[in-house]
């Protein structure tokens, strides 16, 4: 018995190894292919910043995009409220040399409360960066500066550079081009009253030419000009864990050059810091006892500025790792993340293990993790073979191939959509996308387009006739290029991974309570979820459902708000006011709809009329049938608040501490927090 049980057991153990072997290979190269694909993506979107055909800046007597944006002080601010007097809106970094040597003559100038006076535009600084900062440069709580989040204002402005900006005329038109330089914006600050000849329409070819080399001997500002930072797809969200870092050569402070394949075969806990930077000089004597207390991985710090100041920080902290220079951002770049402090963690093998730590508390999170990362990295960490055979070969086997088919089919997914976004579809001005992450009003919004551009019969066998999945659209009944205009598509892509074109894109965000609870329902509906809703939450927080995190999907659209083919809607408004939203969606995509009509859009758009008519929007009526699932589950409630009540008390206040941390940053607040987001198209 004993030598038969042997027996089976070593014939166990070599087909799973087998099995092992194959998997292994086929999911290898799996990841060859989505390797080359996503360089691939990126090599095309790189190409695309070079496109003559889209306009580099905008162009005067063109309305002015509206903004809202915190002061200095945190209280809400648009442009509009400006307006009524010619208004210089002028784009500011405090890290920035030129923006520095600036500001205290900006600082004096909002100071004076002398300008919009005729002949001299009201200053409005738009700034980003460290809000202590700004204040020290600019005042304490000025009304008249304003703080952006990353440079989302500016890329809607096209304002590549900075010190940057455009004169705005009193009824919201832009009224001049792009001022590069403090020369040419100074220039408009320091006209007196009786200059006459300024007046909110210029002709100012002069200034032009100047803002293009005042105070930038390094060409700086034509750079940006020629090519703006909206027009860039740069990724700046960091390199993700898994991804070889990127190799680099740069200057040592002491002399010589370092390259990263110079330290191959050692952990490298690479530092991206900045001698003006505050929590940088933090982070300095924190780094050098880490450094001493690690002695098996190499702390190398990228700096910025000049050799001067950076060695004056080495002397005053006694930095006992290698210190190199970057001229400008060109590493930063490679790494996908233009700030500092911030750190990535390299294995001996010259792969990142973990995701960017942005900021002090990351960073001494990840240096606290290093050890424990690498060590389980370097480890060999297998069960027992002889347990694994014995208990479950075939489990183990049958998950292995499950695991390696769900990868290929989203390797197949992602080339058919990369074929199809860069090779087949060709945009159209007047193509309409409605993007969600789903369980976000996806199919009310099919509803409401699909009566604003046809009859509104309901004769249709399903709605995804007229808006089908963009990623599928080649194969619904009419393809992509024979659909009638304008076309209307659905997608729960990210805005990162959407084909970018002169459409229009219509994102509904919902409450990630409700979303939570409605994502639950439709798993145990129609992908035959077992688990628990505090289950399902665990995955959902963490971002591990189909179509990620739901923080990074909404905050990914919601920094682009203010893009002039973009209208960024919630659930919660169609739900109070959907006539409203109706009015805007008909003005942001310019349809020609009857007011007569509206009446009858309003009662089919309604929850009750589509419970009626659910077979034509469920998506798989037909399938599902056969699968044993429950029809008519596709539209549950449609109410809000659904998720604070199913929420329990724990699972609320986790939620709310990453909806601050990851959403709020960004002057988001959802209706729990007392207002809705309230995006504004540009000035008409």
Same mark, same amino acid.
Request: net charge neutral; with cysteine; hydrophobic share 40%.
């Given at each position: 018995?004993?030598?038969?049980?042997?027996?089976?057991?070593?014939?166990?153990?070599?087909?799973?190894?087998?099995?092992?072997?194959?998997?292994?290979?086929?999911?290898?190269?799996?990841?060859?292919?989505?390797?080359?694909?996503?360089?691939?993506?990126?090599?095309?979107?790189?190409?695309?910043?070079?496109?003559?055909?889209?306009?580099?800046?905008?162009?005067?007597?063109?309305?002015?995009?509206?903004?809202?944006?915190?002061?200095?002080?945190?209280?809400?601010?648009?442009?509009?409220?400006?307006?009524?007097?010619?208004?210089?809106?002028?784009?500011?970094?405090?890290?920035?040399?030129?923006?520095?040597?600036? %500001?205290?003559?900006?600082?004096?100038?909002?100071?004076?409360?002398?300008?919009?006076?005729?002949?001299?535009?009201?200053?409005?600084?738009?700034?980003?960066?460290?809000?202590?900062?700004?204040?020290?440069?600019?005042?304490?709580?000025?009304?008249?500066?304003?703080?952006?989040?990353?440079?989302?204002?500016?890329?809607?402005?096209?304002?590549?550079?900075?010190?940057?900006?455009?004169?705005?005329?009193?009824?919201?038109?832009?009224?001049?081009?792009?001022?590069?330089?403090?020369?040419?914006?100074?220039?408009?600050?320091?006209?007196?009253?009786?200059?006459?000849?300024?007046?909110?329409?210029?002709?100012?070819?002069?200034?032009?030419?100047? %803002?293009?080399?005042?105070?930038?001997?390094?060409?700086?500002?034509?750079?940006?000009?020629?090519?703006?930072?909206?027009?860039?797809?740069?990724?700046?969200?960091? +390199?993700?864990?898994?991804?070889?870092?990127?190799?680099?050569?740069?200057?040592?402070?002491?002399?010589?050059?370092?390259?990263?394949?110079?330290?191959?075969?050692?952990?490298?806990?690479?530092?991206?810091?900045?001698?003006?930077?505050?929590?940088?000089?933090?982070?300095?004597?924190?780094?050098?006892?880490?450094?001493?207390?690690?002695?098996?991985?190499?702390?190398?710090?990228?700096?910025?500025?000049?050799?001067?100041?950076?060695?004056?920080?080495?002397?005053?902290?006694?930095?006992?790792?290698?210190?190199?220079?970057?001229?400008?951002?060109?590493?930063?770049?490679?790494?996908?993340?233009?700030?500092?402090?911030?750190?990535? +963690?390299?294995?001996?093998?010259?792969?990142?293990?973990?995701?960017?730590?942005?900021?002090?508390?990351?960073?001494?999170?990840?240096?606290?993790?290093?050890?424990?990362?690498?060590?389980?990295?370097?480890?060999?960490?297998?069960?027992?073979?002889?347990?694994?055979?014995?208990?479950?070969?075939?489990?183990?086997?049958?998950?292995?191939?499950?695991?390696?088919?769900?990868?290929?089919?989203?390797?197949?997914?992602?080339?058919?959509?990369?074929?199809? *976004?860069?090779?087949?579809?060709?945009?159209?001005?007047?193509?309409?996308?409605?993007?969600?992450?789903?369980?976000?009003?996806?199919?009310?919004?099919?509803?409401?387009?699909?009566?604003?551009?046809?009859?509104?019969?309901?004769?249709?066998?399903?709605?995804?006739?007229?808006?089908?999945?963009?990623?599928?659209?080649?194969?619904?009944?009419?393809?992509?290029?024979?659909?009638?205009?304008?076309?209307?598509?659905?997608?729960?892509?990210?805005?990162?991974?959407?084909?970018?074109?002169?459409?229009?894109?219509?994102?509904?965000?919902?409450?990630?309570?409700?979303?939570?609870?409605?994502?639950?329902?439709?798993?145990?509906?129609?992908?035959?979820? *077992?688990?628990?809703?505090?289950?399902?939450?665990?995955?959902?927080?963490?971002?591990?459902?189909?179509?990620?995190?739901?923080?990074?999907?909404?905050?990914?659209?919601?920094?682009?708000?203010?893009?002039?083919?973009?209208?960024?809607?919630?659930?919660?408004?169609?739900?109070?006011?959907?006539?409203?939203?109706?009015?805007?969606?008909?003005?942001?995509?310019?349809?020609?709809?009857?007011?007569?009509?509206?009446?009858?859009?309003?009662?089919?758009?309604?929850?009750?009329?589509?419970?009626?008519?659910?077979?034509?929007?469920?998506?798989?009526?037909?399938?599902?049938?056969?699968?044993?699932?429950?029809?008519?589950?596709?539209?549950?409630?449609?109410?809000?608040?659904?998720?604070?009540?199913?929420?329990?008390?724990?699972?609320?206040?986790?939620?709310?501490?990453?909806?601050?941390?990851?959403?709020?940053?960004?002057?988001?607040?959802?209706?729990?927090?007392?207002?809705?987001?309230?995006?504004?198209?540009?000035?008409?």
């Amino acid at each position: 018995m004993s030598y038969l049980f042997a027996s089976v057991l070593v014939a166990a153990v070599a087909t799973l190894l087998l099995v092992g072997w194959f998997g292994f290979q086929l999911l290898r190269q799996n990841g060859r292919v989505l390797l080359r694909l996503e360089k691939l993506e990126n090599q095309f979107e790189e190409l695309k910043i070079g496109d003559e055909s889209e306009t580099a800046e905008l162009q005067p007597s063109s309305p002015a995009p509206d903004f809202e944006l915190p002061d200095l002080g945190g209280k809400p601010r648009r442009l509009l409220e400006f307006l009524g007097q010619p208004v210089l809106v002028i784009f500011f970094d405090p890290e920035c040399d030129f923006c520095r040597k600036l %500001a205290p003559q900006l600082k004096e100038t909002i100071a004076s409360r002398v300008e919009g006076r005729p002949g001299r535009p009201l200053a409005l600084i738009v700034s980003t960066g460290d809000l202590d900062a700004n204040r020290q440069l600019l005042g304490e709580n000025s009304p008249r500066v304003l703080l952006q989040e990353k440079m989302e204002v500016a890329k809607v402005y096209r304002a590549g550079g900075t010190p940057s900006g455009y004169l705005i005329s009193p009824d919201g038109s832009v009224a001049s081009e792009l001022m590069l330089g403090g020369e040419a914006l100074l220039e408009w600050l320091d006209s007196k009253e009786e200059s006459g000849n300024r007046n909110t329409e210029p002709d100012q070819p002069a200034s032009r030419s100047a %803002a293009k080399t005042a105070g930038n001997g390094d060409g700086r500002a034509k750079r940006f000009g020629s090519r703006s930072l909206e027009r860039s797809k740069i990724n700046r969200d960091g +390199l993700k864990a898994g991804t070889i870092a990127p190799e680099f050569q740069l200057p040592l402070l002491e002399g010589g050059d370092l390259a990263l394949s110079q330290l191959r075969g050692k952990p490298v806990f690479l530092v991206f810091s900045s001698p003006r930077c505050a929590p940088c000089n933090a982070l300095a004597p924190k780094l050098k006892q880490f450094q001493r207390n690690h002695p098996e991985l190499r702390v190398v710090m990228i700096s910025r500025g000049e050799r001067g100041e950076n060695l004056e920080k080495v002397k005053e902290h006694n930095l006992p790792f290698p210190v190199v220079l970057q001229k400008q951002w060109e590493v930063s770049l490679k790494y996908a993340m233009f700030a500092s402090p911030i750190a990535y +963690l390299i294995d001996n093998a010259g792969v990142i293990t973990a995701e960017v730590a942005v900021g002090l508390e990351p960073i001494l999170d990840l240096m606290a993790r290093a050890r424990p990362l690498l060590t389980q990295l370097a480890g060999v960490k297998r069960p027992s073979l002889v347990r694994r055979v014995a208990h479950l070969p075939i489990k183990a086997a049958a998950a292995m191939f499950a695991r390696l088919l769900a990868r290929i089919t989203v390797t197949k997914s992602r080339i058919d959509t990369f074929e199809l *976004k860069h090779f087949r579809f060709v945009p159209r001005p007047d193509d309409i996308f409605i993007v969600t992450y789903p369980r976000s009003g996806t199919t009310w919004m099919q509803m409401i387009l699909y009566q604003l551009t046809t009859d509104g019969s309901m004769e249709i066998s399903h709605i995804a006739e007229h808006s089908p999945w963009f990623e599928r659209s080649a194969e619904s009944d009419h393809g992509y290029e024979e659909r009638p205009a304008p076309r209307v598509f659905k997608t729960h892509l990210s805005h990162k991974s959407i084909p970018k074109g002169p459409g229009r894109y219509i994102y509904v965000a919902r409450d990630g309570r409700d979303v939570a609870v409605s994502y639950y329902n439709l798993y145990r509906t129609h992908n035959g979820y *077992k688990g628990t809703f505090a289950e399902f939450f665990e995955l959902f927080m963490s971002g591990k459902v189909m179509w990620g995190s739901w923080f990074d999907h909404v905050s990914g659209w919601w920094n682009h708000r203010y893009e002039l083919n973009v209208l960024f809607l919630t659930y919660e408004e169609l739900g109070t006011d959907l006539e409203g939203c109706i009015r805007r969606l008909i003005a942001f995509c310019h349809l020609d709809v009857p007011e007569e009509k509206l009446p009858l859009i309003l009662e089919r758009c309604s929850f009750a009329f589509m419970k009626q008519h659910e077979d034509k929007f469920d998506p798989a009526v037909e399938a599902l049938w056969q699968q044993g699932a429950r029809l008519n589950q596709f539209l549950r409630v449609g109410q809000v608040g659904e998720g604070s009540r199913r929420l329990t008390k724990e699972q609320q206040t986790r939620f709310d501490e990453a909806f601050q941390s990851r959403l709020e940053r960004g002057s988001f607040a959802w209706p729990s927090a007392g207002r809705l987001p309230q995006p504004v198209p540009a000035l008409q």
